[in-house]
């Protein structure tokens, strides 16, 4: 194949790639860009703030790390506010879940006063898993919304220098001569060539 026209073929699709990718990694940072600020939007009115670090424990201040005294409005806050929760809720019924409190307090046989302190226990437990859960899905979301973000930069990056690439191909196929290799339709004989 003449070189210019290879030299043509490979430029042009890459920077066909490089549109794409281009295209692909400006959508993936609008998209990482838009599910960080909605998982913002979500939490900053729900008006959740972590207590201030001299009113925690070192155990509360060793789940939340640096976020004391903030608001939460960050997935990262959210996942220390849901771990600080998990903390207070493994003293309402000695660890006990939800589901195994509500179990026992609907157990047959059981007296009045210890169905209704394991119900007031399940009703506890219910609000604080239910909120954890709510907060760890934001920052689920706010996990795949950042990777989202870091891999459209990769692409970009990636699609501006594959474009460079491409530019620098046309540029090489324009200093290329059109040398067309000739191969040969018979087969040379060395034996008699050596005789």
């Known amino acids: 194949m003449n070189r210019k026209?290879?030299?043509?073929?490979?430029?042009?699709?890459?920077?066909?790639?490089?549109?794409?990718?281009?295209?692909?990694?400006?959508?993936?940072?609008?998209?990482g860009n838009f599910g960080r600020q909605n998982v913002t939007d979500r939490l900053a009115p729900e008006k959740v703030s972590f207590p201030p670090a001299e009113a925690m424990s070192p155990e509360e201040l060793a789940?939340?790390?640096?976020?004391?005294?903030?608001?939460v409005t960050?997935?990262?806050?959210?996942?220390?506010?849901?771990?600080?929760i998990q903390g207070h809720l493994a003293f309402i019924n000695e660890g006990k879940t939800y589901s195994e409190t509500s179990a026992a307090a609907r157990v047959e046989g059981l007296d009045a006063k210890t169905a209704a302190d394991l119900q007031a226990k399940a009703d506890t437990l219910f609000?604080?898993?239910?909120?954890?859960?709510?907060?760890?899905?934001?920052?689920?979301?706010?996990?795949v919304a950042t990777i989202a973000l870091y891999?459209?930069?990769?692409?970009?990056?990636a699609g501006l220098a594959l474009m460079v690439l491409g530019i620098l191909g046309?540029?090489?196929s324009r200093k290329t001569d059109t040398v067309i290799v000739e191969t040969p339709t018979t087969t040379p004989d060395f034996a008699s060539a050596s005789a």
């Open 5 to 31: 026209v290879w030299d043509q073929l490979v430029s042009t699709a890459a920077i066909v790639i490089a549109v794409v990718m281009l295209f692909a990694g400006a959508a993936a940072i609008y998209g």
């Open 127 to 143: 609000k604080g898993e239910t909120l954890r859960a709510i907060l760890l899905n934001g920052y689920g979301w706010w996990t």
């Open 74 to 84: 960050t997935g990262p806050q959210a996942e220390a506010f849901a771990r600080y």
């Open 63 to 71: 789940a939340v790390g640096s976020f004391a005294g903030q608001d």
């Open 170 to 172: 046309f540029w090489h």
């Open 151 to 157: 891999a459209g930069w990769v692409m970009v990056f």
